[in-house]
Structures are given as structure tokens and as C-alpha cells.
């Protein structure tokens, strides 16, 4: 039987299991990535395990998130991972050289490769045909150390693209059409595959740009073919080697498959606060717009610059909109300088902002009180802008820049011009001379640790009954910028307890504190959810801190991936109600017992938790028995240790 795109790069790597969806499978990893904000906690504990040298093909560390550098915390983050990286074999791009996901799709990416990244929006790099994941750093730190990637065997659901892209209409608007079909909930465990005739219309940055906000579905990943696309995008980066036909055989078989017709598309919007909150452009048009925002993982591509280039050419931005543009990589922005595109988007009137995240995490840029802001990035979370009352609106770089020159939203099919055509460039600029390879004298390289870089903190081994207070109470999709804001908190990701102080920070600014006071005085807490818990990043910063704050369970209506991965390797133990009712049943403060955990894990049979007020209720799990014995041992650490000694 013929094999899809998905098995056949699964099968190429496995290590452990079969592949049938719902098992637990193991696959070789060969290139990691590391971005600076999870990065500096990831190889912490890439050191704490004692390899001297990454075992993947290719482990790159990039400085693209904080890099504001409000204090000495980011700079001095930044050099211990330019020291760590030369001593330990990996490469290192410097802040300025661009956002992990672009550059990496720009100069390593390969097809048919597995790429793990501690990093949410990996996946982007299944725009080039990789199999790629994003992980919480942790895992990726024991990828590098040579283990394997543990992952559910996923389903496979085939998106069929057919017919091309209508004038004005653009790939952000194709990933906007799924996630109107697909939502944010319910996604975990899947792949999704895109195929169809459709595909061969779409450049490597469109099918990357897809990919990459496949990340808001919730799916393990997003991949497509390898195919003569894929082969001219790396040819005129110079890397034609690395090139592999990679496609569907003609009759694999897939879960489910999912029709679109590109030519049918029109242009849309995700709506606040959430990136399935679809509109067309033209059901919000002649919204008044304060800011717009170009740039992020998403659509920072050199076509998507020369796109808002093009059309800001000779024109002004509208006086009551700022209007900022981060080009996704050095490479991009050194090309728009070189081709003029650059002095066309300055004349305008538009901000030029660092290749960096920036404003996509809410470092900078925050728009002012209610406003409405336009941006061409992939989450629109409350508060995640940096300004709780702002509405932002994603759409693609198109109806951002219509929408910037006449200060509303604004379908840029309206603007009566002829569309831009942007053709690839037959060679991109290559200077990879800001990623700076390992050392050949590793022995000479001294780490730097500067004082805002702490040991990550010990788990300890799961207690037999749970006997504490719901600390929390929290609704559906609850985020991970949610559970552990990011933007101006970023820079104490390696400070352990100071970042703790900020869990929960919007919903509950008094939770870090009592949670920290319960633990000492020997209560247990407990955070009780509702569905989707832990939406968005890989941050395991959203595991590590509510462990140091003596988080010693999260019973929920259901949880996504990576952050469930991530509460099992920080020894917090993620618990589903059976009855998904009885979650209206339980109160902030109430007390709450759940005995005989360790055995019943063992078992495998369900658990009760108990309220003082004589409720009880049944609550399941969802665990491996790899997981099961990770979390009795504390978490991920503990486990490899006590498997090592
Ligand atoms: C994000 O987009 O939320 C981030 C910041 O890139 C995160 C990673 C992090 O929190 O450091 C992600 O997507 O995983
Ligand atoms: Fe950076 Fe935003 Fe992409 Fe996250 S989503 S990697 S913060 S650009």
C-alpha cells in the first residue's frame, strides 16, 4: 500500500514503537533548534546531562526574541549561549541575523529531515519538507544529547489544494481558511499534509508561512512535498545539494481529507483574541486602525517585504497609524536595502524595526489603550501585545499595508491597483558570517554565567495523595502567555524564581505569592481548566515555574500537546475529568484530596479527587508508561538520572 509524505519520513526515523496512530512512537532526531527565550533553560540542562558534544547532524541556537536588552539579563544570556554553543558543537546566530524559523528555512533546512526546536512555530520548517516539531526545551536538549523524540503517532489528514491564488489573496489567508475549519481545539495528534495540484503555485516562504500558523491548530505538524519548488528555493540559496524529491506516493491513504480550492479563497482576519476567530476582510472593513504591524515567523519573507514595499511606493502612511516593519532575517532585509525596496518602505513613513521577534512577544511596540492593531503575525491573544485592552486583527502583509495607507481595515482589493507581482529571486544574498560555528578547541572555550542565570530547580518524586487547594480556577484555551506572560517578563526566563512571580500574572496577580505561601506551609495546589489547556508556545517556563510554585497537578477538560509533554517532564501531573460536567462543580480555594496516586498510576486505574465539602469526582489520565515513570520520579531529570545511575 502506498505510503503518505508523513509515514515515509516517520518510518525513516522511528526508533521505538509502530506506526499506528495513537501509539506512542520514538524518532531519531537530526537537527535541533534553540531560540534564546527557552534556549538558555534548554542547554542548562543540556549541560546538567553531561554530553560534550550535540549528537544531532545540525544543532543551531539562535538570539532572536529578547533582544531589547533593558538591563544587563539579555546580553548576559546571550553570551553564555555563544559560549555554551561553541564549547558544546553548535551553531550560533547572532542577534540581528533574523527569527529562528526564517533563517532556518533560509539556510538549513532539509527535506525529509526531522527537525525538533524548542520552539512552537517549528513546524515552518515543514515549508521545506521537513518533518518538523516544536518541543518544550527539555526535550530538545535530550534530542541533541542523542536521544530520541517521543510523540503520539499521528493521524494524518490530507489538506487537497487546488486551482492558484487570486490577485490580492495570500497564503495567510489559505492557513486562516483552515483554522476557520479547524479551530484551535481539537487538533492534537494529528499531521497535516498538503497535497493536491495546488501545491506547485506556491513558493517555499507561502507553503512556510502555512506551515508555520498550523502551530494555532494544535497540530503535531504541517508538511509539504518536496518537489521542483523546493529544489529552485534552495538552488538560489546556494544549497541545491541538499535537495531530495520528497512526495506522496499516488495512493497513500490518509484519515480524513480536506478540499480547497485556492482560486475560491478571499481575504480574512483572525479577530481578537484568538486565532481562529475568522472573519472575511470585508465583514470588518472600515474598522479604524491605531497600528500595523508587519513582520514575525508568520510573514517576514522577502516576497511578503517586497509585497509591502511595492505597494508603499510613492505613498504615505496614514497619519494616525504607526506602522512598523521587521524583516524575518538579515538575508531579507540586506536584499529589500540592496533592491531599493527598503528607501520605498522609509519614504513611506513606516518604522524599520530589528529582524527579530519584537512585537510579535510583546517586547515593544505595544499599541496604545483600546486600540485596534493590524499585524501580520499568528497570535492575537489577550494582553499578549503588551496592552490588555488592544484588539488585534491578523491578516496577511496585503491587507496590512491597504489597511495602513488608509487607516481602517481595508480588503486590498479595494485599493484599485494592480497587484504586485513578486517573482523569486533567482539567487538570494548569501552572508551567513553572523552564525558563527562550534569550536575546534572546545577545551579552550569557558562558559559565561552571568548573574541572572540560575540552575534549573530539582523536581520532586510525585507524592502518593495529593491533599491541597485549587489554586486556580481557569476557563477554556487557556494560553501559555496566560499561565507565564512573556514580553517585558521575558528577560528572567533564567532566573527561575523571579519569573515565577509573574504565573498567572492577568488572571490573578496574588496567585504566584499565596501559591509560593501554601507550599511552604506544605498544602498541595492544584489548577483546575477547562479545554485546550495550555494553548500556544513551548514555553516550559509554563511548567517549570508553577513546579517551583508547588503546582503538583492541573485537572482539566483537555490539554494540548506540548505543554502536556512539558507538566510530565516537570513532574506535574496532567489529570483529564471523566465527566467533563463536574468542572462546574469545583470552586477556587476549595480543598481538595486525591490519594493513592502511584499506585493507581501504576495500574492504570482512574483517580478521585475528593473536596472537603464531600464532592467526588472522577478524573483520568492520558499517560504513557515512559510518562507514567517520568512523572513518579519527579519529572524528565530525575527520571534520566535514576535510569543512568
Ligand atoms: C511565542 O511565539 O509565543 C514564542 C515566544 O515564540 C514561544 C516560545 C517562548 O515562549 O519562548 C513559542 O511559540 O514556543
Ligand atoms: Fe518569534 Fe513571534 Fe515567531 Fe514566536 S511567533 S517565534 S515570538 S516571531
Redesign the pocket.
Known sequence: MGKNLVEKILKAHLVEGTLEPGNEIAIRIDQTLT?D??GTMAYLQFEAMGVDRVATELSVSYVD?NTLQDGFENADDHRYLQTVAAKHGIHYSKAGNGICHQVHLERFGRPGKTLLG????TPTGGGIGMFAV?AGGLDVAVAMGGGPFYLTCPKVVKVNLSGKLKPWVAAKDVILAVLEMLTTKGNVGTVLEYGGEGVATLSVPERATITNMG?ELGVTTSVFPSDAVAKAFLKAQKREQDWIVLEADTDATYDRVIDIDLGSLVPRVARPHSPDNIATVKDVAGTKVDQVMVGSCTNSSFRDLMIVASLLKGKKVHPDVSFGIAPGSRQVLEMIARNGGLADIIASGARVLEST?GF??GAGQAPRTDAVSVRTS??NFEGRSGTKSAGIYLTSPETAVASALTGKITDPRDLGIAYPEIAMPAEFWIDDSLVLPPSERPESITIYRGPNIGDPPKGEPLPDTIKGIVAIKVGDKIT??HIMP?GSR?KY?SNIPRYAEFVFEALDPDFSKQALENKKAGIHNVIIAGLSYGQ????E?AAICPMYLGIKAVVAKSFER?HAANLINFGILPLIFANEADYDSLNAKEQIEISSIRAALQKGTDLTLRTAGGKAIAVTYSLSLRQKDILLAGGMLNYTRSRSG
Do not use: E, F, M, V
Open positions: 531560540q527565550a527557552t526574541h524548542s520552539d512552537s512555530h516544536g502551530a521577534c510579535c512577544i499568528n497570535r501559555t502567555d512573556a521575558l526566563r500556544g508556545s513551548s514555553r517556563h506540548i
